[in-house]
């Protein structure tokens, strides 16, 4: 009999328990149903062949939804490929588990569990198959490297190993200059440490797995490493007239693996520093104001204690605790770590803050808008580990080949131990041969190729404020063909900004009257036009004329006052039409204008039937200043770029014009964006949407690959599968390219990783390599596999934009102690 219990969401009442009910009975092997609408929970008993699947797609298919939770353990003592598969089979047997990712390179499991699922059972199914889980401990309460003793360097089992295997192989290395054999009783002496005391990880890894009803790693190399020890200790005792023993091999084998796996862990954290790098912009600290009575207090808290709406005092130097408004000060703040961005950012009262940053000289009051886990900080880290610990789609093929590895490599050594031994009589060195087989098999370095460079390509990405969600998106990112930029807010700056402002009457003190008189007719009015005018006003210096009385809006026309005693119109060319001002001498300015993408409003004042144009205000949307390099850039990659827009053709045409983009979609709705992307995907070309608003959203989902600018809005960022932290449209050309250049680190790794053992296994099966040698190339193999990867943390983002980006290393390290 085996129990499922799903979580349960839409149900409201007793008819949806009986939907529920109903729709879970009808799945084959279901033998009872029990739903209880106060804790929204689903108990299923069903027969051992029952699966979630079925389950979930009932439910959902009665209009309900089941609600999915991620579980991350840690687990302890895989190797290889072959472990990754065992612990994801073992994981995937528990009843209500429907997703499982095991990244051998980070050492855990992220699992998707229908509803509540026992932590005691996923980490007994763990420990069933051979292996160790546990709930994932923190970056700083994590070995610095290898395996180590308490009070002990982590190196120092390499370390004693090579002290007892080189007097075993210094003599080997002599012998053609004359040099002799330790004695056989020396040898033993030296090897037996080696082999049961040093190799002791592997025999009980190597057991695990043979409980296990499997293979690994360690099971290759206890079984290879006994049996030339074995043959040496049966040399010694039952014949020691035949010379030559091979305790040095075994010795050898067992300290080049033990350093292969150092080296390989060592490398293997490397990858991981995105991850460190990001937890350590957690203060742990943070002084809030309170009130006591009359008075304000500042006292220092602990970062769990705050709370929405505290008022954080963040001194000069420290770093900003949560996410928030600046309420008072100002400073500059380094958000390098956050962004990329390596020169400070201007903050000012209204500012919005990031945990994380650090405040420059300025005293800042900030209040909390987002503590804890809603914080940016926490969202980009829970994002960029997503992300590494994800598979890539690529992964399947090694999945395929690691669940026959073991098993191939173990008849391979066997038909090399009979082969030889029967077609030459020699068993002696038949049995070399196929420790040879044995230990130069090597499917750790399968197993490493993928999710090393995903973690470092990541990683890597993530500090220069490029947020990958998922290996998915990181790996079709590489094949993308056309590039489709939203308009408003990705491309411009997303606000309109009064470009011009031309009298009736000429002359400059006509000009400032015109904006002053149209700075006090929208002086209370929150219309992003009457901003656009207020701005601008302040920054010609420009008070505005005498206060407006009698402010009224008219729907879809514009904007009356009285100024003194005279009566102002700001609005459209329509409404100047019917209040029958002339327009004429300006209107060949105004044509012009909007046909460069302007929106046209025009100040008029008078009586009924009297009214006289003072002139006309033309704003638009300025574009980004890093908007035309960054289309040149996709375009000289051999990239297609369009452009989709809800504004009026003349508008679009004018940015595209400028920006050198030909393909324009221009006036259409935020569902037709979506059928947009599916036009451009047709004749096979993968598509990248990047947008930043709400109305972007089905597109960003439409398309093979959404990036969201993260100035932009939630929705935008949850519906893509890449993030730019900054709103720079460079950044896609720069995400593109990780993109090409960490699938091309996968691709080279797994190639290395194949090619070690389809010319090593062959090579030793004909006896062309000793047992050191294999092991040498074995130990090596998963090294130079994750050095590959850690070439991706060379990265550095197109040069183009490269006065805005950090140059060096330092630049991102230097507050991270």
């Known amino acids: 009999m085996t129990e499922f219990q799903l979580a349960i969401e839409g149900m409201s009442c007793a008819s949806c328990v009986s939907h529920v009910e109903k729709a879970l009975r009808k799945v084959a092997g279901v033998q009872d149903v029990s739903v209880n609408l106060a804790t929204e929970l689903a108990t299923v008993q069903g027969d051992s062949a029952t699966a979630i699947g079925p389950l979930v797609a009932a439910v959902e298919k009665a209009g309900y939804v089941v609600k999915q939770q991620e579980v991350t353990l840690d687990i302890a003592g895989m190797s290889c490929a072959s472990c990754v598969s065992r612990v994801e089979k073992a994981l995937y047997k528990v009843p209500g588990v429907q997703s499982v990712a095991v990244n051998l ?4 499991a992220t699992l998707n569990t229908a509803g509540a699922v026992p932590l005691e059972s996923l980490i007994a199914a763990v420990h069933a198959a051979g292996y160790e889980a546990s709930l994932p401990s923190s970056a700083a309460d994590s070995p610095a490297s290898g395996e180590g003793k308490p009070g002990l360097p982590s190196w120092w089992p390499v370390a004693a190993a090579g002290l007892l295997t080189l007097p075993l192989v210094l003599p080997m290395l002599l012998m053609p200059f004359g040099g002799g054999a330790l004695p056989g009783w020396w040898q033993l002496a030296l090897a037996t440490p080696v082999q049961f005391w040093f190799g002791a990880r592997f025999y009980r890894a190597g057991w695990r797995a043979l409980k296990a009803g499997s293979g690994n790693m360690d099971l290759l190399v206890a079984l290879g490493t006994s049996a030339a020890y074995g043959l040496s200790l049966y040399l010694l005792l039952a014949a020691p007239a035949m010379g030559h023993l091979y305790f040095e091999a075994s010795a050898a084998v067992i300290t080049l693996v033990l350093l292969g796996k150092w080296l390989e862990t060592r490398a293997k954290r490397q990858t991981a520093d995105a991850i460190r790098a990001l937890n350590a912009l957690r203060p742990e600290r943070a002084t809030v104001r309170r009130t006591q009575g009359a008075n304000s207090v500042d006292r220092e808290i602990a970062i769990a204690a705050l709370q929405l709406g505290d008022v954080v005092v963040v001194r000069a130097g420290e770093r900003i605790a949560a996410d928030g408004v600046v309420l008072e ?68 093929l ?64 993530a500090r220069y404020g490029i947020l990958i969600k998922d ?80 402010v009224q809006t008219v729907a879809g026309r514009g904007v009356q006052a009285n100024i003194g005693d005279m009566q102002y119109f700001l609005g459209s060319s329509r409404w100047m039409q019917e209040l029958g001002a002339d327009t004429a001498m300006l209107a060949t300015e105004a044509r012009r204008l909007e046909t460069e993408g302007r929106t046209i409003s025009w100040l008029a004042s008078g009586a009924d039937g009297q009214r006289t144009v003072n002139g006309l205000l033309a704003f638009g949307d300025e574009i980004k200043p890093a908007a035309k390099a960054a289309v040149r850039q996709l375009q000289q990659q051999a990239i297609r770029v369009a452009m989709l827009s809800g504004d009026n053709r003349g508008s679009a045409n004018a940015v595209g014009s400028q920006l050198g983009i030909s393909e324009i979609h221009a006036e259409i709705l935020p569902a037709d964006k979506a059928k947009a992307i599916a036009d451009l995907k047709a004749g096979g070309a993968v598509v990248a949407m990047v947008g930043d608003g709400i109305n972007d959203a089905p597109a960003l989902a439409a398309a093979d690959v959404g990036i969201a600018m993260a100035t932009g809005t ?9 993030t730019l932290m900054r709103g720079d449209p460079g950044l896609v050309a720069d995400a593109i390219d990780i993109s090409r250049r960490t699938y091309s680190k996968i691709r080279q790794n797994l190639f290395w990783a194949f090619i070690y053992n389809l010319i090593g296994i062959p090579l030793a099966a004909l006896g062309y390599l000793n047992p050191v040698l294999a092991g040498a190339a074995m130990a090596f193999s998963s090294v130079s596999v994750v050095s590959n990867a850690l070439l991706l943390r060379r990265w550095r983002p197109a040069e183009h934009l490269s006065a805005n980006r950090p140059t060096k290393e330092t630049s991102h390290d230097k507050h991270d102690n």
């Open 329 to 396: 000060g100002h400073s500059q703040v380094d958000e390098s770590l956050l962004t990329g961005e390596s020169l400070p950012v201007e903050k000012q009262v209204g500012d919005r803050i990031t945990a994380g940053a650090i405040n420059g000289n300025g005293l800042l009051l900030v209040t909390t808008t987002a503590i804890g886990a809603e914080t940016t900080l926490a969202r980009i880290i829970r994002m960029v580990e997503h992300a590494q610990a994800a598979k890539a789609p690529i992964q399947r």
């Open 398 to 461: 090694v999945d395929q080949v690691s669940a026959v590895f073991v098993p191939v490599v173990l008849v391979i050594a066997l038909l090399t131990l009979l082969g030889w031994g029967f077609f030459n009589g020699d068993w002696q060195q038949a049995l070399l041969n196929a420790v040879a087989v044995l230990v130069i098999a090597c499917p750790c370095a399968l197993g490493l190729a993928t999710p090393t460079a995903i973690m470092a390509g990541t990683g890597i990405a």
């Open 471 to 550: 290996a998915e998106a990181l790996e079709i990112a590489h094949r993308i063909s056309v590039v489709a930029f939203d308009k408003t807010g990705t491309l411009t700056v997303g606000h309109p900004t009064l470009l011009n402002y031309l009298p009736a009457a000429p002359g400059t003190d006509a000009a400032r009257d015109l904006l002053a008189l149209a700075a006090a007719v929208q002086r209370n009015s929150e219309h992003p036009l009457a901003r656009a005018v207020i701005a601008a006003a302040g920054q010609a210096g420009i008070a505005p004329a005498l206060a407006a009385s009698k």
């Open 105 to 108: 390179a980070s050492e855990k």
């Open 714 to 722: 939630d929705v935008a960022m949850q519906a893509a599968g890449i």
